[in-house]
């Protein structure tokens, strides 16, 4: 019980007004955002960063502004693919086929209402799980030494590369590119110059904020420009934002049983918010459709995935906080921002900044009020927003991207090299390449380069080493078998693997 | 989508991808053989990492060079043209950001994206204009970030 004492400590962190200020405009922005057509959660956090950087706020609050963020995007995405079909994500997906149905069914206000409750509800479980699991994986972890450590970001990699696009070797090449991004710069070791090809500039490295905004904001823009003759979007009417008794006692055991399994599904790297709806989606129709009635406006069908994304966003950051390694592209921009920040993750995080992190736990909790308290009334409001012309919202999304790469160095240098990223991401969306790993890649290389050379000259340059403890050994084994399990899993379990390609939030 | 485009014939985009990134794996190994220290300061070096994304382009570049998968569906030149001109768009904002200042070059990018999205033109640098003066406004005096002036007009 000791957590559960933690925890309110942290809530008076987290009411701060400060704080809870902050939390409120995360939780607004990012549904704004996250609304918005293809802008999924990482453009928000991304182009936000730099503009959170800018206003000088602690490092905690920060974090509760980032996390805001985060999950009012989430419900933004969600407004728009139930409203427009148009999921911004690929976890938005499954929602869309009940939430869409149930739109073209005169029942978008119930759908609204659901997706808000659901996501409060995998919310609260997820939280309850992060303050009873992450301080025993930080006890555990804090016996990591360097070897374990380069062990375990080989298992993040290997698990992204194989699930972020259902194509291993395209998951692998990018990986190996954002690899390739993270050594540019001076060597921290021996100081010398990689890859800078005499450009002064460069020897600082590659900004993530930079590359992430032209990898997905700018290269979404581009992608866009493709089918802009829709133009204006047509607004389905959707009823009161509200659902019946009856409707939340028969999708209560639904909610309980997605949320528990998003939460877990998060937790594990590489599988994500994707992997967690697609799983409570299917589970469900096992479980409950009875009638046949799941694609055709079952509520249900829109609770699922919705109470397993938010606790699955919500299970990513265990791994994130407490080993200071994460599990997908979102929370990868996440740790980009808490080094920005000058705030380590790791085992130590809980006990020796006990406000940062509990705070956070118990903010996100806030942010799920808000979330629900806020979002219902001001549906209408998001609703309108999204009737705003195309010509209007995505040069505007382009100009915020602009002000944040701006922010970075304050350079027009980093302009450039987001248009640059912007052309290489929109190349790579094309021919099926994923994004996500690129950005695990550039902010986790320096942290396993670093954890790898650390484990050698303990050794005194013996490889074995990196095999020498059980814990090691385990993630070894994890890591060759999230390169060979998925494929054959996504055949047994019928997972859609195509619908997994759309390119995602993972 | 916009249906206009076509399909390449058997996997050729793959085949081109595959041996640009096989040749980029060779560029960066061959690029990182010249990363040497007077003296080695850990047993692993500066080489290490690099060397192994080599590998891992090399070796993915040579699969996708043998085995191709699905095709992509290219757009077709009309959308390219509004592309390389979004492309232009937001690679020359860098270019002018510093001598015109921030509200200039912001409704200058800003309106011609508008117009790429089908913005009626004038509706398009109005909205823009607006956008710029209001981004200017919340970062330079609410958050305090500086954004430049313009080199043009203060000298």
Known sequence: MDALIHLVGGFAVALRPLNLALAFTGVFVGTFVGMLPGIGPINAIAILIPITFAAGIPPESALILLAGIYYGSQYGNSISTILLNVPGTASAVVTALDGNAMTRQGRGGPALAMAAIASFFGGTVSIL????????????????????????????????????????????????????????????NSAIPRFTFGQIKLLDGMDFVVVTIGLFAVSEVLQLLEDTERGRSAMATYGRVMITMKEFTTSLGTMIRGSVLGFLVGVLPGAGGTIASFLAYS????????????????????????????????????????????????????LGALLGLGVTPGPLLITEEPDLFWGLAASMYVGNVFLLLLNLPLVGVFVRALTLPRWFLLPGVAALSFVAVYAVNQSPFDLALMTGFGVVGWLMRKTGFPLAPVILGLVLGPLMEKSLRRAMALSGGEWGVLFDSPIALVLWALAAASLVLPPLLARRTRLPYAAAQAEGDT | ???????????????????????????????????????????????ALPYLTAAIFVGAGGFLLLRPGLPPVWPGRGVLTRMAGATAAFFLYGVVLAPLGFTVATTLAVGTLSMLFEGPVRKSFGAALGLSVALWYLFVWVLGLPLPLGALWTR
């Open chain 2, 1 to 47: 989508m916009t249906g206009e485009g076509a399909p390449d014939g058997s996997g050729r985009t793959d085949r081109v991808a595959g041996a640009l990134l096989a040749a980029l794996g060779l560029a960066v190994g061959a690029e990182s053989s010249t990363f040497d220290v007077a003296f080695l300061t850990d047993p692993v070096g500066p080489k």
């Open chain 1, 129 to 188: 799980g992060l303050a009873l699991f992450a301080p025993l994986l930080a006890e555990w972890a804090i016996r990591f030494g360097p070897a374990e450590y380069f062990a375990l970001m080989v298992f993040a990699f290997a698990a992204l590369s194989s699930l972020a696009g259902g194509s291993l070797v395209r998951g692998l090449a990018a990986t190996g590119f954002g690899l390739l991004l993270a050594t540019v710069g001076l060597d921290p």
């Open chain 1, 283 to 334: 589970t469900e129709q096992r479980v409950s459709d009875r009638e046949g009635t799941f694609g055709k406006g079952d509520i249900r069908g829109v609770a699922a995935p919705e109470s397993a994304n938010n606790a699955a966003a919500n299970g990513a950051m265990i791994p994130l906080l407490t080993l200071g390694v994460p599990g997908s592209g979102t929370t990868a921009v996440l």
